[in-house]
């Protein structure tokens, strides 16, 4: 009975570790071998993330001078024993996109004793800034305020908003909502409803079905990313509500899925706020110039991140910004 | 032999906690707003006539908890424990069927096709939960901790990216209207799947056989049922319908979301069993109870929407009716409420004798 | 040599919602005295118990202790006031040790000091001369040991009255002597001992009174030497009883042709070694030796309940493969398990389930029977055997032991089998469904099926079988028949002093 739980826990941890960890194999030719240790959240994380790990992959290759190893898990103190593991194997560079903002100084501290230059992507650490080289991150609440001026843009009048979270207190949540929030609070937008979803479409669907039936009139919904507009518009759809351009209810979502730019195009959805998993090449280039005895002019660049408007998409926007199928 | 009285039936109808639990939410909503459960008919924007209100929205939206409750039913009572994974399978079952659907034009053969596939897919999951738990004799929470942990995982491997859509007529009318059809789709596959579970319970030994390898097992063998086979039956059974319930959450959206769809379903499943006054630890169950706890929880989510409680204490609330329920369904309030009735027949009896 | 009146109940009642278990009910004990509780199953003896201990509260009546009135609200409190009792089933924690089971829930105390409470049990059990070790886990003792235990905690308590509720049920005949001295020890000490038994013999060996009680009513007090035993069952069953004196030894009886069942070199993983085995067509034997000899790892072994690692089945001469109980069903045999509540009854399950559960199994997972089908079988039993029970769909788990036995006999005479094992089938009922159990043995056996009877009352056993196979240490013994069926003869090879 014991051995065989041992046996379970032990399949469990063996899964983990598979679904966690994969690296790469070391490049053994060029003249100059970069070694580079990536600390990320797993692919399946997210569309997002799945977009990031894909960039990271094409940039940092053995073609482009690199040897990498890359370390995938949801937990900070599983990034933690990785990052530790590299800096004692001497990677050269250490990227990393961490799951939680804090515990990090220690090994960061470790890392520049050993002349190990650390950069950040994606998201911010609570730590010294002379502890890194750079960080090239997204700033979700500037997301958050494109999107709403983008709103206030389009003169609608009045403005009903339903307003769908995300997970309470993940980044994307906290800053696609300040804007938003303010809004609401100056008075210029009237708030319907404000629920979370959790991320989870099938409960967007719910949350605006409830508002439906209550028979209160609306004109705004505002999905923090894009599984959940989808799932507030089969909700519209089955209630005979009209959506998109120049409709009743103006939709937007976050993340320029590729499915949900084609809706833009096709004039169902209004508006999609990136959420750009592009970092790699703006990383690689510094650490070019820094091998070239150049040196780093920005401390944190924030990635340049576009809001797209169904009536000025275009197809060529989607293959290039589009993540995903 | 003691002299018999009148005997009055000895304990409560499993089923008044959910039923009651159901009127004191429709009491509240009716309360509050009479209009609560007024249904409409609506032209959709696919031109179909639909029922539309609160009522539709909490038969349509409670499907897929309904249908996993009552797997989750047949494995609480068989192996006294539960499937903690269903959630995953759920994952795996639709990456499946997606996956199968992407390779084709989605018409009605594929998607038989597909769901064969996830169906059978899913199920050897379930043979492996069910196999850990009869052979390996371990507890169910842990054996299905398993596929808990590493099923989104896998659900995410089956179709190499993280939201794959689908579309298709015929798949938009399984998660949504058939045309000329206006109750939603989904409620008439709860319908369908209670209806192969009563034929399941009347044409076999089913009911007898889950029962009496949950409340004894030893005792079962020796009357020659293979306890076995028996629990392992209970896991395909559920794995089964999780396929369904992973199937309909792909049909209403179009899109597999590996890691949300069915996120926590099942706490929810198992809170509707429990609800559905069946003892968590195995032994005698009714398949309504737990459909009926499945429509009590989504009436309270719909509830809580509908009066727009904040996003952040929507699960407070949830927990504080849940803690009620269930402290009111618990053998301890039972007892003490045969108890106060049997104190007053007595009572009313002795007051009878002496007039 | 009787001392005082150490208790006394007057006009104790106690009524359920539609019944009446007690009606003014006179009880009282001496200290220094052994007291035997009688009655069949439902006279009311556990409800009297049950009052005294504060499980119940009584309707009406009084309770004195040391001629003071005493109000009894629950367990603990009768614990408190010095009234203790062993259950017939033990209530202890099995999985944690003697030492612990000796202690558990008598400090109030926050900290356990476990050197102190070893060293405490250990005195207590050598007191008692029970022999385990205070660190021993108590699962890992025989049912014997654990209920010397369970009475060893309820003396050390300091009681005044200890109520022993068939303490006796599970203990071989050494034990059994065993707990006798150590009832006579308390009772030289000022103890008074309230004994509930279904064995008379013991009454005669130890008691000083008895008290009868019949349908929830008093019978009557009396010392023992005014009461023969004739008239202790009669009046327990409440009526003239030339029963079972009917009941004769079936002698000695020639069984001609094929066995019906025949085993050779039979061994089971359970640990019962290889052994020879038949039974033949009208037979009635048994099997018999001490607790845990292997008597019932036999039958086990026959019924295929255990992994079976070797030997050969002949079923009516044609070798067949017994490797589970389903096969040994559809071979026509049937086992009623020594353990009743947990081998025996499905106990949420309703008696008409557990009737038809094992004929439901044979005849297959897609074939259920009709509820008609299903109720008449139950009526049909529930009225053949006599069965005492509300309703045929009351849980089996509300019915009183014998009634229980009475449903698992049915269960087995519903599949119609050709040759039935009765292991323990008597064992803690009440006399008047003993003999009706022994009786329906010797119907059976009339009516040609082949009946193994298993009882730890070797008179029982000598009523009915008319062939024993004696089995020690796992062995069998030897095989007894004819004239060698006599209560000494079974002792000595027993005790191995017959070859």
Redesign the interface.
């Known amino acids: 009975m014991k051995k065989f739980i041992c046996l379970a826990i032990a399949l469990v941890l063996a899964l983990g570790a598979m679904a966690g960890c994969a690296s790469k194999a070391p490049a053994s030719t060029g003249p100059k071998v970069i070694k580079v240790g990536i600390v990320n959240n797993p692919p399946s994380e997210s569309g997002y993330r799945e977009a990031n790990v894909k960039d990271f992959e094409s940039v940092f290759t053995a073609a482009n001078g690199y040897e990498v190893q890359t370390y995938y898990s949801l937990k900070n103190d599983e990034q933690l024993n990785a990052a530790k593991q590299f800096i004692t194997g001497k990677v050269d560079y250490l990227l990393i996109s961490a799951a939680a903002t804090d515990g990090w100084d220690s090994v960061l501290q470790d890392a520049k004793n050993a002349g190990i230059k650390v950069f950040l992507f994606d998201r911010m650490l609570n730590t010294s800034a002379d502890l890194y080289e750079a960080a090239v991150v997204s700033d979700m609440a500037k997301e958050g305020e494109t999107a709403v001026s983008w709103l206030k843009a389009q003169n609608l009048g009045t403005y009903k908003v339903i307003h769908i979270q995300g997970a309470m207190g993940s980044d994307a949540q906290i800053g696609r909502t300040g804007a938003l929030d303010a809004e609401f609070a100056s008075g210029a937008m009237t708030k319907i409803t404000q629920q979370t979803a959790t991320w989870d479409e099938a409960t967007a669907k719910q949350i605006v079905e409830a508002v439906i039936n209550s028979g209160e009139d609306f004109n705004v919904i505002y999905a923090e990313n894009d599984g959940m507009a989808k799932g507030a518009v089969s909700a519209l759809d089955e209630a005979g509500i009209t959506h998109g351009v120049g409709k009743d209810v103006v939709v937007m979502g976050f993340d320029c899925n590729r499915w949900a730019l084609r809706e833009l195009l096709a004039g169902n959805w209004n508006y999609d706020g990136q959420c750009s998993p592009f970092q790699a090449k703006v990383i690689s280039d510094m650490i070019k110039s820094l091998e070239s005895g150049g040196s780093i002019a920005q401390k944190k660049v924030i990635s340049e991140e576009k809001g797209f408007d169904a009536t000025t998409i275009t197809q060529a926007d989607i293959d290039t910004y589009g993540l995903g199928e | 032999?003691?002299?018999?009285?009148?005997?009055?039936s000895?304990s409560l109808s499993h089923l008044i906690v959910p039923l009651l639990a159901l009127l004191v939410i429709v009491i509240f909503n009716v309360i509050h707003?009479p209009?609560?459960f007024s249904v409409s008919l609506?032209?959709?924007?696919?031109g179909n006539t639909?029922l539309?209100?609160?009522l539709v929205?909490i038969l349509n939206?409670a499907s897929e908890l309904a249908i996993l409750a009552m797997g989750m039913t047949i494995v609480t009572a068989a192996s006294g424990g539960q499937d903690i994974s269903v959630g995953a399978g759920a994952a795996i079952a639709g990456s499946v069927f997606v996956k199968v659907i992407k390779s084709g034009n989605s018409s009605l053969g594929l998607i038989l096709f597909a769901f064969l596939a996830c169906c059978l897919a899913i199920m050897l999951f379930g043979a492996f939960n069910g196999a850990?738990v009869a052979i390996?004799?371990?507890q169910p929470m842990?054996?299905t901790?398993?596929l808990f942990?590493?099923g989104?995982?896998i659900a995410?491997?089956v179709n190499g990216?993280?939201?794959?859509?689908v579309s298709g007529d015929l798949l938009g009318y399984l998660g949504?209207?058939f045309p000329g059809m206006p109750v939603p789709t989904p409620v008439f596959i709860v319908i369908a799947t209670g209806a192969l579970f009563a034929l399941a319970l009347?044409?076999?030994?089913?009911r007898?056989?889950v029962?009496?390898v949950g409340?004894?097992s030893?005792?079962?063998?020796?009357?020659?049922?293979?306890t076995t086979w028996i629990k392992l039956l209970s896991f395909i059974i559920l794995a089964a319908c999780v396929a369904i319930a992973g199937v309909i959450?792909v049909c209403?959206?179009?899109?597999i979301?590996?890691?949300?769809?069915l996120?926590d379903i099942e706490m929810d499943a198992i809170l509707a069993v429990a609800i559905g006054g069946n003892a968590l630890s195995g032994?005698?169950f009714s398949l309504a109870g737990s459909v009926i706890g499945a429509y009590v929880i989504q009436a309270l989510?719909?509830t809580l929407?509908?009066l727009?409680?904040?996003?952040?204490a929507?699960k407070s609330y949830k927990a504080i009716v849940i803690i009620a329920l269930v402290a009111v369904g618990s053998p301890v309030i039972k007892k003490l409420l045969v108890k106060a009735r049997?104190s007053f027949?007595?009572k009313r009896k002795a007051a009878g004798g002496a007039s | 040599m009787p001392g005082e009146i150490a208790l006394s109940m007057k006009g104790v009642s106690k009524s359920f919602p539609g019944v009446r278990a007690l009606q003014n009910v006179d009880f009282s004990l001496r200290s220094g005295e052994i007291h035997a509780l009688m009655g069949e199953n439902g006279a009311g003896k556990s409800t009297l118990i049950k009052v005294l201990t504060g499980v119940y509260s009584g309707d009406s009546g009084e309770i004195k202790l040391g001629g003071k009135s005493v109000i009894i609200k629950s367990p603990q409190g009768a614990q408190e006031i010095g009234i203790s009792t062993v259950y017939q089933e033990i209530t202890l924690c099995p999985n944690l040790t003697v030492a612990e089971n000796i202690y558990i829930g008598r400090g109030k105390k926050a900290f356990v000091n476990w050197r102190w409470m070893e060293k405490g049990a250990a005195s207590i059990l050598e007191r008692f001369q029970i022999p385990v070790k205070a660190t021993q886990q108590l699962a890992k003792c025989s049912i014997a040991v654990q209920q010397m235990v369970a009475i060893a905690r309820a003396v050390d308590m300091d009681c005044k009255v200890l109520i022993l509720d068939e303490p006796t049920s599970s203990l071989d005949e050494q034990e059994v002597l065993k707990l006798f001295g150590l009832m006579r020890d308390l009772k030289s000490r000022g103890v008074g001992i309230i004994f509930v038994t279904h064995f008379l013999d013991q009454v005669y060996e130890v008691c000083d009174r008895i008290t009868v009680l019949r349908n929830g009513e008093l019978v009557g007090e009396y010392e023992i030497k005014d009461l023969p035993r004739v008239e202790l069952v009669s009046k327990m069953m409440g009526k003239e009883l030339d029963e079972i004196s009917q009941i004769a030894s079936p002698g000695e009886k020639k069984f001609e042709g094929e066995p019906v069942y025949e085993a050779l070199g039979l061994s089971s993983a359970s640990g019962v070694k290889p052994f020879d085995f038949f039974i033949k067509k009208g037979e009635v034997n048994g099997f018999t030796g001490l607790l845990g000899s292997g008597r019932s790892e036999s039958v086990r072994a026959i019924f295929g309940a255990d992994k079976i690692i070797g030997g050969k089945v002949k079923i009516n001469g044609k070798e067949a493969k017994i490797s589970s109980p389903i096969q040994a069903m559809k071979q026509g045999i049937g086992y009623l398990p020594e353990d009743r509540k947990s081998d025996g009854i499905i106990d949420d399950l309703s008696v008409r389930d557990n009737i038809i559960v094992a004929l439901q199994v044979m005849k297959g997972f897609f074939r259920p029977f009709s509820k008609s089908e299903a109720e008449r079988f139950a009526d049909t039993y529930i009225e053949a055997l006599g069965i005492k029970t509300a309703s045929k769909n009351t849980p089996i788990k509300s019915l009183s032991g014998g009634n229980q036995q009475k449903v698992i006999l049915a269960r087995w005479l519903l599949t119609n089998p050709q040759y039935l094992i009765l292991d323990e089938p008597t064992r803690g009922i009440d006399v008047g469904t003993k003999l009706e159990i022994q009786k329906i043995v010797l119907k059976l056996a009339a009516d040609g099926v082949c009946v193994t009877f298993i009882s730890s009352e070797i008179e029982e056993m000598l009523r009915t079988c008319s062939r024993l196979i004696v089995m020690r240490d796992r062995n069998v013994a030897g095989e007894l028949l004819g004239s060698e069926l006599t209560q000494d003869h079974i002792m000595r090879t027993i005790a191995g002093e017959v070859k």
């Open positions: 032999m003691p002299k018999t009285l009148r005997r009055p000895v707003d209009s609560f609506v032209v959709n924007n696919s639909v539309s209100g609160n929205s939206g850990l390996f004799k371990i842990i054996a901790l398993i942990t590493a989104r995982s995410y491997w990216g993280a939201t794959p859509t949504g209207f009347k044409f076999t030994n089913l007898l056989y029962q009496a409340i004894n030893t005792s079962s063998r020796l009357n020659g049922i293979n959450r209403r959206l179009g899109l979301n590996h890691e949300t769809i996120l032994g005698k989510t719909t929407y509908a727009k409680v904040p996003s952040n929507v049997d027949l007595l």
